[in-house]
């Protein structure tokens, strides 16, 4: 009997996977493999809140492959290691394995094609599991390669402000590496638009029946077993179950509307699927294709941020480094304040929609891309503080945690990444009156202020003095202007 092993990574479903469907169609029984990887572990990329939602994953994704005769079977320890005895046990053909775009997911895979090789198996890469397309498949015109040439070097919404650029590409800039390429598009604007004529692939039934050899597996994980610490107290559950419900009833109705609300914090008018993509509870090609069959302005709207997020794929993929180089080094002169991190932390900075922005946060790991936008830029314009020290913070917190799109966010509201705009600030003032304006949102999220009535809860320093005083939230600890001329200043 021909046995082929589906490596389960950033795709943690059964509906339109290109992963598990491959496998499947090579052999008649398939071990479905998710390895609890310690390379993972030691990247310090394991933290509460994600650990506690890919618990969930997986039991979700166990039991949608119990009902179909088949189970998950789980594995600890190096990647490659297990795979590889996996498929030694079941005299697998070959792996199976969706393609990504960190230098982790490249390295993983070099690693595991020269170990299957020494084994005399193949690893089958399958591209556009993790994206509408796959990272490489674009590339500036004049560069060589065909929209057919795949390259091997996934925030949900990314809330991206406009005017991102006009037609430029890799080649038109210095990158982290001071090379000067042609292998991926710098600038969104001209990416959107040869990615939204692509051809996308058609989505991928669920299998029927999943039939495992007998091979042995270790128990499910527990959100315990992976990370100590409590997740947030709002985190959502995990799962393919829960993602396609909220898909299925963010389509049906508050899709329609997203063009015009998706930047309205206190309508909470995004559709939240971001965990879920990240995770690959959902696919993308199938989230793409649901949003445009349900037509109109905001389903353009909301594909345009799924572009965003292959956008960023594609640039990790050709930068790897941008995870922790600046992608467009600015020589910036990044100041060090303990004290200011921690409040921006906390969310005690003194602006009510930064402080808000960052609470919500902490309770929910997770925020709209707009709160993710201002808060951002509160930490690396206004203080000044070096980018890489707030995507950390993000990482540590987030559940839709993802390299490509928090580092890459965040590189953007530096000005250290894709943005034509570099030195653009976000005022928090001016984006609190602009998209929470009667400050719906601040008393949501801090309580301190609750009691304040409409878009004066956005400046407490200026209440009457008994009523100020009366408030136990701090003061600004920056002055706005002065912060903007240190800025300017520190990158000129």
């Not at 491959?22 to 493999?33: F, I, W």
């Not at 004529?197 to 270790?218: F, H, I, T």
Request: charged share 25%.
């Amino acid at each position: 009997m021909r046995v082929s092993v589906a490596l389960f990574t950033a795709d943690l479903r059964v509906h339109d996977n290109p992963v598990l469907d491959g496998a499947l169609r090579e052999a008649e029984s398939v071990v479905p493999l998710f390895v609890v990887d310690s390379g993972i572990r030691d990247a310090d990329f394991v933290v509460p809140n994600r650990v506690a939602f890919l618990a969930d994953c997986l039991a979700d994704l166990d039991a949608a492959l119990r009902a179909r005769g088949g189970r998950l079977v789980v594995q600890r320890g190096e990647v490659v290691q297990e795979t590889c005895r996996v498929a030694a046990r079941v005299g697998a053909g070959a792996v199976h394995v969706a393609g990504g775009a960190s230098g982790y997911a490249a390295r993983r895979e070099a690693r595991l094609r020269a170990a299957l090789a020494r084994e005399r198996r193949e690893l089958r890469v399958h591209e556009g599991a993790v994206t509408v397309v796959a990272p490489g498949v674009l590339v500036p015109s004049g560069s060589g390669r065909g929209a057919s040439g795949v390259g091997r070097g996934e925030s949900g919404e990314g809330g991206r402000l406009p005017g991102d650029g006009r037609g430029e590409s890799a080649e038109d800039h210095g990158t982290s590496g001071g090379t000067l390429r042609k292998d991926h598009f710098a600038v969104f604007t001209p990416y959107y638009r040869r990615w939204r004529s692509e051809p996308w692939r058609a989505p991928l039934r669920a299998p029927r029946v999943v039939r495992v050899p007998s091979v042995r597996s270790v128990a499910l994980p527990t959100a315990a077993s992976l990370a100590p610490g409590a997740a947030s107290p709002d985190l959502p559950a995990g799962g393919e179950t829960a993602a396609r419900r909220r898909l299925r009833r963010w389509a049906a109705g508050p899709l329609a509307d997203y063009a015009g609300r998706q930047d309205d914090l206190a309508g909470d008018a995004t559709s939240r699927l971001s965990p879920y993509l990240h995770f690959g509870c959902l696919s993308p090609v199938e989230v793409a294709r649901r949003a445009l069959d349900a037509g109109g302005p905001g389903a353009e709207a909301f594909v345009r941020q799924l572009a965003w997020r292959d956008f960023h794929y594609q640039v990790l993929a050709a930068r790897p480094d941008a995870a922790h180089r600046d992608y467009r080094p600015r020589y910036d002169r990044w100041r060090h304040d303990a004290d200011e991190v921690a409040a921006w932390c906390a969310g005690l900075t003194g602006y009510p929609v930064v402080d808000a922005a960052m609470r919500q946060l902490m309770q929910e790991g997770w925020m709209p891309g707009r709160a993710r936008l201002v808060a951002a830029s509160f930490l690396a314009k206004t203080l000044y503080i070096d980018w890489r020290t707030g995507a950390r913070h993000f990482l540590a917190l987030l559940v839709d945690g993802d390299i490509a799109n928090n580092q890459l966010n965040w590189q953007w509201v530096a000005g250290t990444g894709t943005d034509t705009r570099p030195n653009r600030i976000l005022n928090p003032l001016t984006q609190a009156l602009r998209h929470d304006p009667e400050g719906e949102y601040v008393r949501r999220w801090v309580p301190e202020l609750a009691a304040v009535e409409g878009p004066a809860v956005h400046r407490p320093w200026r209440l009457p003095g008994p009523v100020r005083a009366a408030l136990a939230y701090p003061d600004p600890i920056v002055d706005l202007a002065e912060a903007a001329d240190r800025f300017r200043r520190g990158r000129g």
